[in-house]
């Protein structure tokens, strides 16, 4: 089954053509990040003036023959930028008379770990990008238990914002990543907000204020930049492994933007294969995390996720023209 992924939730515009879920025939994205640099942040106007400039070539330069289905981002996200994704799926879907199948951002970032590998339930999911932070229980294709969330900013979020207070560009994430291989992680006692807490949850607001108070003029930059990542990563993979303890899992996944962090990758794969290694309840368990060019936005995992559950999820050919974008969509089965 061919399909064309659409994803526009945002600064990006992408398509894909995906076969059977796992074999990426085109992968185009363009994207106004560049533009979006100046504001220190995407300005939802500049982001869906240049969706309606980039979708067609887009779709045009990632075109092959022979599509099956129109597999397209509904939400969560930026109403304007989703909306010229749908309008354009729609149309084609009804030009072509295909079927189409919307999909939910997040679960579309957990599908870009079935591109490259073939991970098992049930399976563990750590989801972490600009906008969404979720520990996420997957027992099947199409079933998502949320054990967790952040209870303010999203992991991404205070990446941006404390490159933000550093003077660093946007987005934050790779800058910070940078500074911080300079820097010593230890220099500074920064909080890890709710690490100890009995639940699945985060908190990052907190830990921005503190960045803030640390900085005076004598301060080293990396060093604080590196005390800072460490204190997300260890919330992070902290919860992550207080969920693999707890939850018979036969995966542990790592996606979306801020997976791209190799101090994060790194500290949770050896924190799973340790476990795996010398703890009998998860013995056998495997970590899963995409290469990196697939744990930005793009397209490719859409059609990978509507792949995987396409019957589950597919609209009636009379209702594909009266889709609507969902830009405050929760992660249950579309
Ligand atoms: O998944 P994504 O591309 O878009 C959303 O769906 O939000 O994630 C973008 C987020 C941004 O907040 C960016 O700063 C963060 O991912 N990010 C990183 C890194 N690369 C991107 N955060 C930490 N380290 C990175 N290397
Ligand atoms: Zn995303």
Not at 96 to 119: D, E, F, N, R
Not at 171 to 181: C, D, N, V, Y
Request: glycine share 8%; with cysteine.
């Amino acid at each position: 089954m061919r399909i064309l992924g659409i994803e526009t939730s945002c600064d990006e515009t992408a398509a894909a053509v995906v076969e059977d879920g796992a074999k990426i025939l085109s992968d185009v994205t363009a994207s106004s990040v560049k533009e979006q640099e100046q504001y220190g942040g995407v300005v939802p106007e500049v982001a869906a003036r240049r969706q309606v400039e980039y979708i067609i070539p887009v779709i045009e330069q990632a075109l092959t023959p022979d599509i099956d289905v129109i597999a397209v981002t509904i939400g969560p996200g930026l109403i304007g930028s989703l909306l010229i994704g749908t309008e354009t799926a729609k149309t084609l879907a009804y030009v072509w008379q295909k079927p189409l199948v919307p999909v939910h951002h997040i679960i579309g970032h957990i599908y870009s770990a079935w591109l490259t590998g073939k991970p098992e339930f049930p399976a563990l999911v750590l989801t972490v990008s600009g906008g969404h932070t979720e520990l996420i229980l997957m027992r099947d294709h199409g079933e998502f238990e949320q054990l967790g969330a952040t209870r303010d900013d999203a992991a991404g979020e205070a990446f941006d914002k404390v490159a933000q207070i550093l003077g660093l560009g946007y987005p934050g994430g790779p800058e910070i990543e940078k500074l911080a291989t300079s820097g010593d992680p230890n220099t500074f006692d920064l909080p890890r907000p709710m690490l100890t807490s009995d639940d699945y949850d985060f908190s990052f607001s907190g830990l921005k204020t503190s960045v803030r108070r640390y900085l005076t003029s004598d301060v080293r930059y990396p060093d604080l930049a590196a005390s800072f990542q460490q204190a997300v990563v260890d919330s992070l993979v902290g919860k992550t492994m207080r969920a693999l303890a707890k939850f018979e899992v036969q995966s542990v996944l790592l996606t979306g933007g801020v997976s791209a962090n190799q101090t994060l990758r790194n500290r949770l794969k050896n924190e799973v294969d340790n476990a795996a290694e010398s703890n009998s309840a998860v013995a056998g368990v495997k970590f899963f995390c995409p290469p990196m060019k697939y744990a930005m936005d793009n397209a490719t995992y859409i059609a990978a996720a509507a792949y995987f559950n396409f019957d589950r999820w597919v609209l009636p050919r009379d209702k594909s023209l009266f889709l609507t974008p969902k830009p405050n969509f929760k992660i249950t089965t579309p």
